[in-house]
């Protein structure tokens, strides 16, 4: 329709465009990728040590994902060329998350499209949380340590669907209202 290129007149492809074609060409089942530069997880990242699960019925999916284990890919560079992206998604691998050193994150889920794009933002979220309470801890004086084996297997697999409709609807009731 005539609107709609009037409407995307003015916009160009993002700068690192390339993150999202790489990681769907290295992982087939990917229908959603997320990058975004959250400051908390940008600063977590300078601390030389990984995200552990610190805590567990506080955010579940954010504590999985930790102990899973959350990759590193240890550039900052901006991801503009097929190399870079290759490294990192070297570096993510088969994870649903990717912290990029100095830069931000990169976040990936598959199945509809929707629940996709919901599940990767969510994911992010998460991983913005634990940075932040990371980060918490730290300026407290403490030491972030990991919650005993016995405390996450004791923690109840909600379920994807759940999790995902739940915080969605929740991180919808956040936003700003449109006048
Ligand atoms: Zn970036």
Redesign the pocket.
């Known amino acids: 329709m005539a609107g709609s290129v009037g409407e995307l007149s003015g916009w160009t492809a993002p700068n ?1 465009l390339v ?1 999202h074609r790489a990681v769907l060409h290295r992982r087939p089942e990917a229908t959603a990728v997320v ?1 975004a ?1 959250p400051p908390a997880v940008v600063a977590a990242s300078l601390l030389d040590e990984p995200l552990v699960p610190i805590y567990g019925a506080y955010d579940i999916p954010g504590a999985r994902m930790a102990a899973d284990g959350i990759p590193m890919w240890d550039r900052s560079a ?2 503009t060329t097929d190399d870079l992206a290759a490294g990192m998604t070297d570096a993510l691998a088969d994870r649903p998350v990717v912290i ?1 050193r100095g ?2 994150l990169v976040s990936v889920a598959g199945g509809d499209p929707v629940t996709a794009v919901r599940t990767a933002v969510l994911q992010a979220v998460a991983v913005d949380t634990l940075a932040r309470m990371t980060l918490a801890v730290r300026q407290a004086g403490g030491t972030p340590r990991p919650i005993s084996d016995d405390d996450l297997a004791a923690l109840p697999d909600l379920g994807g669907g759940f999790n995902v409709e739940t915080m969605w609807r929740h991180l919808l009731t956040r936003l700003p209202r449109r006048v």
């Open positions: 690192e993150i990058h530069h901006l991801i990029l830069h931000g």
